[in-house]
């Protein structure tokens, strides 16, 4: 008797054992579903700084947008903007571009017969909108008007974003808000990596055409001429004086406090010029402005009309864009031509 109880005492023993293990096999079970829950639901920090990193703001002329991920259907309005997207390796974005000044650089041309072009000039709304494009990114801002392609509000309350480089639309631009464009399209469209290897190529190559032409003892003075001919349309305060300024050179313009503007020609012969920069776009050809100079009797004792001292510089490269060290480059060779 007391051998079956004692048989009986160890074989509930066993149970309660049995059924312990099981408990704590169970709470252990139940805890580990409950740390993976926590997980799932847990913030992903990962995750979390991605999106962060995808909400881009842009404060660009006093209109702000926010970018929660990059545009994916762009059109671009004139040459320089287009030039910087294809720069950027962005032409897969690109379904329009519209006003070009002159030939797409020759390394750029395969991306580029890869975009439909809209127009000659700014394409009609009805062609803009076609496209159905989000994103607009503009050289000037004569493209965003009520005339034109309508006001960015009105853009931007059709879903289109919009960019204007902001370096051509400023008073005195230098060649640090050249970069402020380019670093802004980088980062609106994330290949901020990209932006940034662009602009530095850029400082090497106008820090090698600068150290090449070393020290400049006498500024030679130079006038630019765009167009006119009772007066004549010439840059004042402008990114193109900021790149002569860069090689030791003076735009005997450069006190006037604006842009482009129109001076008389007995102003031009008060200030004797050495060299003339012609810029060269739209139908009037560069031999038209220079025969209309030649034939100017009160410019024929100015040094560089005697000397028919021209430059001949694309509207391209003095826009404020990639070409900078074209530009650069363009004048340096004109200017200093045994450097």
Not at 34 to 39: G, Q
Not at 89 to 96: D, F, H, I, P, Q
Not at 214 to 235: I, L, Q, R, W
Request: charged share 25%; proline share 5%.
């Amino acid at each position: 008797m007391f051998n079956w109880l004692r048989s009986l005492s160890r074989r509930k023993k066993s149970k309660v054992s049995v059924l312990l293990l099981v408990f704590v096999f169970m709470l252990s079970a139940c805890g580990g579903e409950s740390s993976s829950e926590a997980e799932n639901h847990a913030p992903d920090k990962e995750n979390t700084s991605e999106t962060e990193r995808k909400a881009v703001e842009i404060d660009n002329l006093g209109v702000k947008h926010v970018y929660a991920e990059p545009p994916k259907r762009v059109v671009t309005l004139n040459q320089h903007a287009t030039e910087v997207m294809l720069k950027l390796g962005l032409e897969k974005t690109m379904v329009g571009t519209a006003y070009l000044d002159d030939e797409i650089l020759p390394e750029y041309s395969e991306a580029y017969q890869q975009v439909p072009v809209l127009s000659d000039e700014y394409p009609s709304k009805e062609v803009f909108f076609a496209a159905s494009p989000d994103f607009a990114y503009a050289g000037w801002k004569s493209a965003f008007t009520e005339k034109s392609l309508g006001t960015r509000d009105e853009l931007e309350q059709a879903g289109i974003h919009t960019y204007v480089q902001q370096s051509s639309n400023m008073p005195s631009p230098t060649l640090e808000d050249v970069y402020a464009d380019i670093l802004n399209i980088g980062r609106i469209f994330q290949v901020e990596e990209k932006a940034q290897d662009v602009v530095e190529g850029m400082k090497e190559q106008l820090s090698e055409i600068k150290s090449k032409i070393g020290e400049v003892e006498k500024a030679p003075e130079v006038f630019v001429y765009d167009s006119g001919e009772e007066k004549a349309f010439t840059a004042a305060n402008t990114y193109l004086t900021h790149l002569l300024d860069m090689i030791g050179a003076h735009n005997i313009f450069d006190d006037v406090d604006k842009g482009w503007v129109e001076v008389s020609w007995e102003e031009v012969v008060n200030r004797n010029p050495e060299f003339i920069v012609i810029m060269d776009y739209g139908n009037t050809t560069v031999e038209q402005k220079k025969q209309l100079l030649l034939s100017k009797p009160e410019l024929a004792d100015v040094p560089a009309i005697k000397n028919e001292r021209f430059i001949v510089l694309p509207l391209s490269a003095a826009a404020e864009g990639i070409r900078a060290p074209i530009a650069l480059q363009t004048l340096a060779s004109g200017l200093y031509p045994e450097r």
